[in-house]
């Protein structure tokens, strides 16, 4: 029962992880219908960028309440920053380019940033600091949830609460939903709409750098390459949910996380990542509206 | 008065999720017959175009397609596009869908495809027969382009050409199916008044040479100088037919579309 | 827009990249010695560089919408420069047959470590042309190509290991499993939207890559198959520079008939139902093409021919392992295909040279390759998505029009 648990609490963490990533996937696929490929690679940025500045702050001795708050702060403001540029960049002079032209853009941009990074960094496998510290109370259930499990669900949670309402109750999430619906028309009544997927960019990519973060200290080490794969992961995640349904990509990645856990932990680990992939495919075949999506009718 | 219609479609619905565009909708054409279906805009024409074409999958009612001279009757229900194109039913858009980085004659040369074999091996060694069947696409389209008065153009980019002649494109692509009946979805649409006689002369022709014809147009001196005889539809539904002279004085459709059009 | 201007946002610019790249490209620590380098030089490169880009860029934008403003003629003006070339018959095989003289005395003056790069390049060429048919022409995305190429590599590898066939009796399995495996998964998928069809084709890549990696009583695992066997000349055992020699003639041979088997698919009745599925899918249906099967026959064709070259891999280097199968090995060969031009022969041909090459003789871009690929595909898509040279289809109607008028 105890390893039960253990899986459960495991796959938790990794679905959370999923489901935060995976809403950057969805939201822009909401407003613009692309599948924002290079999404995976700002969430290794975020990761990169709390690593060195966790890292500098604790060999200059900061204590560690700053380094979390610092590492924390800087991955969330040099994502969105490579997001917005990146939309910039790569997206936003193709606004009326053939559908696939984005796409491909898209994963010039993600093999782009990849190199970048291995070559202004490393392309070793680099320790990531400590940041959350074991809990006392934690103690009498650390063989089964881990400190850390905690604070990453703790934070995403808060950071989907905080999403939530930025979405249903301002001004900007009121935007942002009106242009998911019909661009046009949100251009029409007079809602900047560069703007708003400007906006988008940014929202999403400080999720998947807090994504980043949490996922780095759970696991402990990093390189340029971890984009790739929990990008696809996140992004199966957000298929499953049904792509552009902000409650989807919650569950998605949930589903996802726990499926991926039980399926490691009771048949085996070797094919850990060809359960994520099986079950990308398969919905793509089969139900390409994931749970929560609309199906889309064809225009004419 | 008339033998087996061409086509017979009878309570055609269409829903979508909870909206009804189309409620069972009755409506025939008869061989060498111009139809016009007219109705205001959102009336579910276009609707109605798509699942006879085999785009949308209707929810209820039946499509019934006759070859004229005596060929059997087959139902389009259930069908994809390309099989209902084969059957002899060719379309025109609405919102002109040509392949715009092909020249104009290469768009025509499409429109032989399904009546045409040559495949892999065939594009491979060509072979006689395929050199043959080549041979005869690029005439038959080249004739084709000629009768629409686009000879002169024919290695222009499809993209390049003015609007009315893409329009007129649409219906040469149509043609080169070799459909007998033709679905013209408001061909005139965007056209000089010029052009819109043009086009009237072009759809006589095409009428003369044995097709018949069943059109959505909005242009109500080109619909009541072409058609025999013309469907009038509101939400969805039927609400008048008959010929030219009834339609104009029927007061149902009058009070929903044409009032201020027609009498000019 | 006046210059100064322009200058003030190229500054902005280049200083909101130095912001961007600061704690990636300043920052170096070394979290076991704990130390910090700052690469202050760096940010200084940055600004530098960016600046220069943002120009260029900015020249380039203005130049493109004077394109568009002036729309074909100019277009027309700047294309012709190659297909002027090749526009006379007599030109085109002048040219092919130099160029084929070249390719032939090659290696005589050549080294063999150059002879085996300039193999690789050809490979890539091929590789290009298969992908080109599926993404160029019918412009169907797939990004898990690679995964046909390593099904017509393994086959060989596995039938030679344990079955001790050669190399031409493989060549034909290994093309036709691939092809087959090409409609298996096309089957379900090519109903697929355009981006999602690419996103599975991608899952199924990395699914068959995993799959290598991880059963290893069938493929041995990450460690690979080696000691697999050269081709063969008529039962003759080569040595391994005459071995090296005999696969680049191989591959020559195989480029050519693929340059003519695509160009002639290309102006076939399915090469044009190709094209216009990329256009218009519906109206395409409208027409009477059936989507499914023409789509199928492309996406197994190029499967085809990655199967092909993935046996001539095999067989090149006589090992293989699941890590030559990643997804950039796919994302070289879009490369090639979307800087050539989609649905271009000799634009893929010549982006293949470009791709390859370089980097393998300009030892110092080496390094520097996928980050350029990744630019390139960017690049490409924002300043030239018709590619290189783009495929204009002039010619084949030039001599489809005048044969009405020859009959007549």
Not at chain 3, 79 to 108: C, D, M, N, T, W
């Amino acid at each position: 029962m105890d390893y039960f648990i253990e899986l459960f609490c495991s796959g938790l963490t990794r679905g959370a992880i999923y489901a935060l990533i995976a809403l950057g996937y969805t939201m822009v696929y909401g407003i613009i219908g692309l599948i924002n490929f290079a999404h995976g690679e700002i969430y290794m940025i975020g990761a990169f960028t709390s690593f060195i500045v966790a890292t500098v702050l604790s060999i200059y001795g900061f204590p560690l309440l700053a380094i979390v708050v610092l590492a924390g702060l800087a991955a969330v403001v040099w994502s969105s920053a490579y997001g917005y540029t990146v939309e910039k960049i790569a997206y936003k002079p193709l606004r009326h380019a053939p559908r696939l032209s984005p796409l491909i853009s898209a994963i010039g941009m993600s093999i782009f940033l990849q190199n970048y990074v291995l070559l202004a960094q490393t392309s070793d496998f680099l320790p990531f600091p400590t940041l959350i510290p074991e809990f006392a109370f934690m103690e009498p259930v650390a063989h089964i949830v881990g400190s850390t499990d905690i604070v990453i669900l703790i934070t995403t949670t808060i950071m989907m609460l905080i999403l939530t309402v930025v979405i249903k109750g301002t001004k900007v999430g009121k935007a942002m939903r009106a242009t998911s619906q019909d661009r046009t028309m949100a251009m029409l009544v007079g809602i900047n709409v560069n703007r708003i997927i400007s906006v988008t960019f940014i929202i999403g990519s400080a999720l998947a750098a807090v994504g980043g973060l949490l996922i780095a200290s759970h696991i402990g080490q990093i390189n340029f390459f971890i984009g790739f794969l929990a990008g696809i992961k996140a992004f199966t995640a957000a298929v499953l949910g049904g792509i552009g349904s902000i409650p989807g990509a919650v569950l998605g990645g949930l589903v996802l996380g726990l499926t991926e856990s039980f399926a490691t932990g009771y048949v085996s680990s070797d094919y850990e990542d060809v359960f994520a992939f099986s079950l990308l495919v398969f919905i793509l075949i089969f139900k390409p509206s994931g749970l929560l999506g609309k199906a889309e009718t064809k225009k004419v | 008065m008339m033998d087996t219609p061409i086509l017979k479609i009878s309570g055609l619905t269409m829903d979508f999720g909870g909206i009804r565009a189309l409620n069972r909708l009755d409506l025939d054409v008869h061989a060498g017959e111009i139809v016009a279906l007219i109705g205001p805009n959102g009336a579910g024409k276009t609707t109605f175009f798509n699942c006879l074409t085999g785009i949308y999958a209707p929810t209820a009612g039946e499509i019934i397609l006759t070859p004229p001279q005596g060929g059997k009757s087959i139902s389009l229900k259930g069908l994809k596009p390309n099989q209902v194109t084969e059957k002899g039913l060719a379309r025109t858009f609405q919102n002109i869908r040509l392949f715009s980085q092909m020249t104009v004659l290469e768009n025509v040369m499409i429109g032989r495809h399904c009546r045409t074999r040559a495949f892999i091996l065939g594009a491979i060694f060509r072979n006689a027969a395929t050199r043959r069947e080549e041979r005869e696409i690029v005439e038959m389209s080249y004739a084709i382009l000629e009768k629409v008065g686009l000879a002169g153009v024919a290695n222009e980019f499809a993209k390049n050409l003015s609007y009315g002649a893409q329009r007129r494109l649409e219906i040469a692509r149509a043609l080169a199916t070799e459909p007998f009946l033709l679905l013209l979805d408001e061909p005139a649409a965007g056209m000089n008044p010029q052009e819109t006689q043009e086009l009237d002369r072009l759809i006589r022709e095409i009428s003369d040479d044995g097709l018949s014809i069943l059109l959505i147009e909005h242009d109500m001196k080109l619909v009541m100088s072409l058609s025999d005889r013309i469907f009038v539809m509101d939400y969805g539904k039927k609400i008048a037919q008959g010929v030219p002279s009834e339609i104009r004085s029927n007061p149902a459709v009058i009070k929903a579309y044409l009032g201020e059009e027609v009498d000019a | 827009m006046s210059l100064l201007k322009e200058m003030k946002k190229g500054l902005f610019t280049s200083l909101w990249f130095v912001f961007l790249t600061f704690p990636l490209m300043v920052i170096k620590v070394d979290p076991i010695e704990r130390v910090v380098r700052w690469r202050w030089e760096n940010a200084l490169y940055v600004a530098v560089g960016t600046f220069l880009m943002y120009l260029l860029v900015t020249f380039l934008m203005q130049r493109k919408n004077a394109r568009a403003a002036t729309e074909t003629e100019v277009d027309a003006d700047r294309e012709s420069f190659i297909h002027r070339l090749i526009a006379s018959p007599r030109q085109k095989y002048l040219l092919g047959g130099a160029l084929l003289a070249v390719a032939i005395a090659f290696p005589f003056f050549s080294s063999s470590y150059q002879t085996n790069v300039m193999t690789t390049a050809l490979m890539y060429v091929v590789l290009g042309l298969g992908l080109n048919i599926v993404v160029g022409m019918a412009g169907l995305l797939d990004l898990g190509y690679v995964a046909f190429y390593a099904v017509g590599a393994y086959s060989y590898a596995l039938l030679n290991h344990h079955f001790g066939l050669g190399f031409w009796a493989v060549l034909p399995i290994g093309g036709g499993l691939a092809a087959i495996f090409g409609i298996l998964l096309g089957f379900p998928v090519l109903r697929l939207r355009g981006d999602y069809l690419a996103i599975v084709t991608l899952g199924f890549g990395e699914i068959i890559r995993l799959i290598l990696e991880n059963w290893g009583e069938f493929s041995k695992g990450p460690s690979g198959i080696s000691n697999i066997s050269r081709p063969g000349l008529f039962g003759l055992e080569l040595n391994l520079d005459a071995a090296i020699i005999y696969i680049y003639y191989l591959m020559i041979l195989f480029m050519i008939v693929t340059i003519f088997i695509v160009n002639r698919l290309q102006d076939s009745r399915l090469g044009r139902a190709w094209i216009a599925l990329r256009e218009d899918e519906i109206a395409c249906q409208a027409m009477g093409i059936d989507k499914r099967k023409t789509k199928l026959v492309a996406f197994s064709l190029g499967a085809f021919w990655a199967g092909i070259i993935g046996v001539v891999f095999a067989a090149k280097t006589t090992f293989i392992n699941p890590a030559s199968f990643t997804f950039l090995e796919s994302a070289i060969i879009l490369a090639i295909v979307v800087l050539g031009g989609m649905g271009s022969i000799i634009g893929v041909i010549l982006a293949a040279l470009i791709l390859i090459l370089l980097p393998e003789y300009l030892r110092a871009l080496s390094e520097y390759r996928m980050l350029a690929f990744g630019a390139i595909l960017v690049a490409m898509m924002v300043f030239r998505p018709q590619g290189l040279i783009a495929n204009i289809r002039r010619t084949y109607i030039f001599e489809k029009e005048k044969s009405p008028a020859e009959k007549s």
